[in-house]
Each structure stands twice: as C-alpha cells, then as structure tokens.
C-alpha cells in the first residue's frame, strides 16, 4: 500500500510540473513581448494604462495636458536610467547597457504623446519634429481602446528590444523555471515518500494486527497516534478485537455449561437405568419417575437453548394482543399461593386503578412471570415477603418484584441476565434452575419492546422491574 501510495503522490506531482512547465513555456515569451511592448521596462506600461481609460471616458485627447499635470506625480512617473536617443535612433535595439553613457539622463517625466495619426501634441520639446517618423513609430507605445490604436506614447529614451532579445530572456527564464521546476519536483517527492511513510503506517500495523486476529490471535491491541481520523480507527478496531475476544469466551463457557448442564441429568438417568437393569432398583413407578424428572430437565434445557437461539436471529415470533397485565399477575400470583404457604412467605400485590391495556403475548409474559416469581420464592427465607406492584407513570407501565431475601450481590448484578450465570453457585441444583431462566425472560421483554431490570432494594432482598412504553 505504502508504494501504491507513493506512486499516486508521485503521479500528482509530475502531473501538476508538467502543467505548470506546459503553460511556463507557452506563455513566458508572450507576456515578456506584452511587457515590453507596452513600456514595461521603463514604467510605461502604467502610464498607458492611465492614457486609455482617459481616452475611454472623454472620447478625444482634449485637455490631457492638464489632466497629466494635475494628477498625482506617481501616476505619470517613468522609471529612472534610461538614455535619450537622438530622432535618429533607429538601430537602436539590442541589450540597453550598449548605449548607456550616449545621453544625458532624462527627467522621469520626460515623454510625448501622439494622436493616432502620428502628430505629437504633448512633450514637442522633447523630440526634433511634430510628427513621429517610421523609424521613431518602433519605439513607441501604441494605445488601444479595444482593436482600435488611438494614439502612441513616446519615450525619448525608450529602449524597446528586438525579438531575438525577448526570445533569449524567455528562454533564460524558462531555464530557472526548469531548475526550479527539478529542485521543487525533487523536494515533493522526498516529502510525498516521507509523508507515505507516516501515513501508512498506523494502516500498516492494524492490517498486521488483523491478519492475526484472523489467525485466532484476539488478544490483539493497536495504539495509533495522529489524526482524530486515525485514532478513532485505532479505537474501533480495539473495541472490535475486544468485542470478538468477549465472545470467543462467552461462546467457551456457554458450550463448557451446556455439557455441564447436560452431563449431570444424563449420569443420573444412566445410573438409574444401570440400577434397574442390574436388578439393584426395581422397575416401580417410582424409579420411572425419576428418569422421568430428569428427562423433563433435559427437555427445558434445549427449549430454553432454542429459544434463545431464536433471539439471537431475531426469529422469536410474538403474538401480540392488547391484555390488562394485572389479571395476569393476579393469576400467577395465585398459581404460586401454595408455594408461598409451604414456606411460609406473604405475597402481596398492589396495582393502581386503570391500567390501560397493552399488546403483549400472554403466554411469553406469563413465562416471564413465573420465573421472576418462583426466583423470588427460592430466595426469600421463611415467614420473608414478596411485594409486587405495577402502576402507571407518564411514559410506562412499570412491574415490580421485591423480595426479603439476601439480595444480589453487588459483583453478580452485571452479569445476572448472562446466560448460565448464577450468583449463587452452591444452591443452583437446590432450585433446581438451568441459568437461562433470567436471559430468556430479558429477552422477551425486550422483544415486546420493554426494559427488564435488576438491582437490590434497602434493607435487604432483590428488586426486578419491568417497564413497558405506553
């Protein structure tokens, strides 16, 4: 990429000289007879300049004496050293500095002006004649309104070179150009490499480090200095390689708990099954109904996997209809009264008058309610209590299960809706729960588009919020 690079910069930069040089070379002879021909070297070019547009506003040379005289010195100013030739001064073209010394010096002032027909009526004194000879007309300075020549400004020492002259300062000026021209071109490209350099080479090392994240290597981290442009890219690509890291663990340990999950109803059924079949259990109801139990475990568990399989390709199929959700939290409340009895434990359930009716799918909801609440059951101690509520604010509908137990742990509370996660890891099999019961039911509040929350509620015990936009 560096060399690719440099070529394009390298393209760029002969592509811009050769413009440059192209339009140098076709122009530098045309504007330097431009310049001469209209007095350029001896200042009166400006001069001419003042006399045209004179000419434009007044249509006619009257009174240009005394505009000369009253305007600003500066304006009608020649430059100074140039030598006032004799009337006969027609071979008087070459290189100035071969007549210098032939005359005296004249006054910056010193110059005539013609009419378009060659009769000088401003600066006589100057010249032997009235009329301007065709010798002397070369040495002049045509005016031009337009295509159209309207007099002639003279110059007693007005040295106009020939074109052989012109031809060899262009040429001396296009030699520079050409030097110039190389120096410059050389410097950029020293600078178009070194610039290369530095600009891909923050490219340069996120290409080597994603060739190795592409190897399995994720550990892999950039620290790129520069541009806000550069170092956005360094950062994308470190929470990009951390994000994929993240995942190449979370998907270990996910696979590592559902062989756990799965290898400990299997042994049991295994070792019940081999009971039988040795004679040690006898074929009773009872030995089948603890294959049974196990076997339904098994069953949850790759329903749940299905389920959040579902999830993650966003295939959960809801099936919405508009429900009052506290008869359904009534419901399940009372579904779980002997529970609740059996341990001792006082549910209560509070919900504020007209609620409006929300599209939810019952049967997911209810899966999220069940959960929730046997969760709040297996961690209440006895004669604990268990407070729902719902009520309605100005943008939710907003559920609440609050329980007396120990509460969440304050390390556990980010990661409790990850999947196989569970903050107490010593009493899972007491309660007997697969470690997605949590993530699943995030997952279908978040489908119907709602918020499912947990945290600890004072003084003790854990506080799971629902919340659904009206």
């Known amino acids: 990429m560096r060399s690719r690079l440099f070529i394009a910069f390298t393209a760029v930069i002969l592509i811009t000289l050769i413009s440059v040089g192209f339009w140098i070379q076709k122009n530098t002879v ?3 007879t431009r310049f001469a021909e209209r007095g350029g070297f001896f200042g009166g070019d400006t ?10 506003e007044f249509g006619s040379w009257d009174g240009v004496a005394e505009y000369i005289e009253t305007s600003e010195s500066s304006k009608f100013m020649l430059l100074p050293g140039k030598m006032i030739p004799s009337n006969n001064s027609s071979q008087m073209t070459g290189n100035p500095s071969n007549q210098q010394g032939q005359q005296n010096q004249p006054r910056n002032n010193d110059f005539a002006i013609a009419d378009s027909d060659g009769n000088i009526f401003f600066g006589q004194a100057h010249l032997e004649s009235e009329l301007l000879s065709d010798d002397q007309l070369e040495f002049t300075v045509p005016l031009y309104i337009e295509e159209e020549i309207i007099g002639y400004l003279i110059h007693p020492g007005t040295y106009l070179p020939d074109r052989d002259y012109i031809n060899a300062l262009g040429e001396n000026i296009l030699e520079a150009s050409y030097i110039s021209f190389a120096f410059a071109g050389s410097l950029a490209l020293i600078f178009a490499f070194v610039l290369g ?4 080479r923050p490219i340069n090392i996120l290409d080597k480090a994603a060739n190795k994240m592409a190897d399995g290597d994720y550990s892999q981290r950039v620290q790129i200095a520069g541009s806000p442009e550069l170092t956005s890219l360094g950062e994308t690509f470190n929470n990009l390689a951390e994000s994929i890291e993240n995942h190449r663990k979370s998907r270990t340990a996910m696979t590592a708990d559902i062989a756990h999950e799965l290898r400990t109803p299997l042994a049991v059924q295994r070792a019940n099954l081999e009971a039988i079949q040795d004679g ?3 074929l009773d109801q009872d030995s089948l109904s603890l294959i049974l139990e196990q076997n339904n475990m098994l069953t949850r568990l790759v329903e749940d996997l299905r389920t959040l399989a579902q ?3 966003d295939e959960l199929i809801l099936t919405l209809e508009d429900t009052d959700i506290s008869t359904l939290i009534s419901n399940a409340v009372e579904a779980f009264q002997a529970q609740t009895e059996k341990k001792d434990i006082q549910i209560t359930f509070e919900k504020q008058s007209e609620l409006p009716l929300i599209p939810i799918d019952i049967y997911r909801f209810q899966q999220v309610l069940n959960n929730l609440i ?3 059951i297996s961690y209440t101690p006895e004669n604990g209590r268990i407070d729902i509520s719902v009520e309605k604010n100005s943008e939710n509908v ?3 299960i609050i329980d007396s137990g120990p509460g969440i742990p304050e390390e556990s509370l980010p990661h409790i809706f990850n999947r196989f996660y569970r903050a107490d890891s010593s009493r899972s ?10 993530t699943i039911a995030k997952r279908f509040i978040e489908a119907h588009g709602g918020t499912l929350t947990a945290a600890n509620a004072p003084p003790s015990g854990a506080e799971f919020t629902i919340s659904f936009p009206l």
């Open 30 to 32: 045309q504007e330097i």
């Open 398 to 400: 907003v559920m609440k």
């Open 374 to 376: 046997q969760n709040a």
């Open 311 to 313: 999830s993650d390709d």
């Open 47 to 56: 001069i001419a300049d003042s006399l045209e547009n004179y000419y434009l």
């Open 197 to 200: 350099y530095f600009l891909t």
């Open 280 to 282: 040690i259990y006898p």
């Open 429 to 438: 099999r007491e309660y007997g729960g697969t470690g997605l019961g949590l």
